[in-house]
């Protein structure tokens, strides 16, 4: 064995032996002969069943997605599900993929072990977005749902996303509840052997059932009839909302609407993209390809799971510019706000919901439309747990993230990316309307609420010294707080894991009325926020920052944004982070 610890070689020989298959066993040896390194990160740990399930690199190894570990998974949140429904006739459990490679395997597997266990499941007949699984879940009546998706996660990943009964991802007390099952789960405790009694068939039909739902969220059919040709290019980045965007915004009334061909193939190993993540520019190459080919108004591009959208419109120099997912946010929530105001709908009890690290313009739009806004910790499960924590009192609105995920409406319980497609082209029509483009929407925004800017850094470790080097990083910030950032002074500082607000002006504490969370934030003197979270999903931790200033006219809009992006750099720079 080498250098291998010794540990980790005796929990590699375990893979040796029953349950183990054959082909298991033989890629076990491999590793132990010819990759000893390969061999520790399959198995110096267990992959982790976080709260919001698994995701992980797949490959044999207990620190993998494969069979085994998806098995246990199943098993352990089979075992909740027996015993927190136990006067259920049968649980029932919604299920769906995306096109990641070995998704539809994981996927039977799945419907195979919660099946033996006597658990009702519906599983789509191909695979489908994220949001038409938790859309799924409230429509069944389902006491949870799985989706097998890495999101934009690299090709050699997968996942496992658990919902809940509400169609919302798990929040306390069932996601460490599962969690705690699943740990005590063992391989030869899984029940492999599926009864085919149990399992249901959706198909297209049920898609339809969605779409029609969707359409009662229009706010101006009239509106969009008037501009029905506005041109739009969408693409799925060879994923799930390869079906389901374009008959969306062919029922919303859409009739130009224009694909990217390559990318519109079914392919988990993304042929056309180094990344197939909206929130980077190169995986809009493709499809700003075909907008400057067909003169487009609107750009749309999906991630594999078909739950974020990432956009592109002209600017005001004609050229296509990509907006991030607070503007995206900021544009809807000015729409959705400012015709339900229009149209009488207001009644006193509507609120959006963001997360604490979302642009502050959304709250700013709110208080201006007298409706209320809420933060919730980052994650759209928080978004869907306010949702149901409200239901029957206030009405949602719509709630957005930063990281390109929004929703309207109440009936789906996750960020979606097909209702945002819908809404952002109506948004465009509306603009049309009044003789402007989402460019110069946008910048309407600025000049009537402030300019807000903000900005993301991601910093990847990898391994086992990876995650100790995070962890250091954050105690680090946490028991050194810097006092000035960037010639300012830090006004407060809010610890979510201690769940306490400091001013450090007045000398106060306050508690922070939400979960507690590894999360800190400082904010500056001038209400500049730097935010830090290391992700619950990957070896990386991520630094938020977000600054404001006046906007008095647009042709101001490029030259005030460099002045801030400037001050983001500097406040990097005094984090050395940079």
Known sequence: MGKIDEDIAGRAKIWLSEPFDHETKRQVRDLMDNDPEGLMDAFYKDLEFGTGGLRGIMGVGTNRMNKYTVGMATQGLADYLLQSFPGAERPKVALAHDCRNNSDYFTAITAEVLSANGIK???????????????????????????????????EYNGYKVYWDDGGQLVPPHDINIIEKVQKTSVDQVRFGKAEELIYTLDASFDEIYIERLRTLSLNPNLIEKHRDLRIVFSPIHGSTVRLVPAALKAFGFESVFNVPEQDVVDGNFPTVHSPNPEEPAAFEMALDKAREVDADLVMVTDPDGDRVGVAVKNTSGNYELLNGNQCAAILTCYVLDQWKQQGKLR?????????????????????????CMNVLTGFKYIAEKMRLLEGEKRFLCGGEESYGFLVGDFVRDKDAVITCCMLAETAAWALEQGITLYELLLNIYTEYGLFVENLLSVSRKGMKGAEEIREMMNGFRNKSPKRLDGKSVARIIDYQAGIDRDLYLDEEYPVDLPKSNVLQFVLEDGTRITMRPSGTEPKIKFYFGCRTNLDKASDYQGKRKVLLETIERIKEDLRIG
């Open 121 to 155: 499941v519906y599983v789509f007949d191909a695979l489908r977005p994220v949001p038409l699984l938790s859309f799924a879940v409230r429509e069944l009546n389902c006491q949870a749902g799985i989706v097998i998706t890495a999101s934009h996660n690299p090709v």
């Open 348 to 372: 006193g009890n509507e609120y959006i919901v963001k997360t604490i690290v979302t642009t502050e313009l959304l709250s700013e739009i709110a208080v201006a439309h007298d409706v209320e």
